[in-house]
């Protein structure tokens, strides 16, 4: 499993930029195929929208990967 931080300013982080974090795409492009594609999945569920924010707690699964949010 993958953790992705939070920055401590923050309350959220977006969909696009927890993958780019993870380092499970180079580019918010590529974020912005794969999440409309209907490959990323947000607490278990397809979601859609690269600007999705992600709280403390939530999971993401993307290519056989799992990222976990943390504040």
Do not use: C, H, P
Not at 9 to 34: H, N, P, R, W, Y
Not at 40 to 47: P, Q, Y
């Amino acid at each position: 499993m993958i953790t992705v931080n939070i920055r401590e300013t923050d309350e959220f982080i977006k969909l696009g930029q927890a993958l780019k974090k993870a380092g499970l795409v180079e580019s918010g492009v590529d974020a912005k195929f794969f999440i409309q594609d209907g490959q990323v999945k947000l607490n278990g569920e397809t979601e859609l929208q690269r600007g999705k924010k992600l709280y403390n707690g939530d999971v993401v699964s993307f290519n056989g990967e799992t990222i976990q949010i943390v504040k």
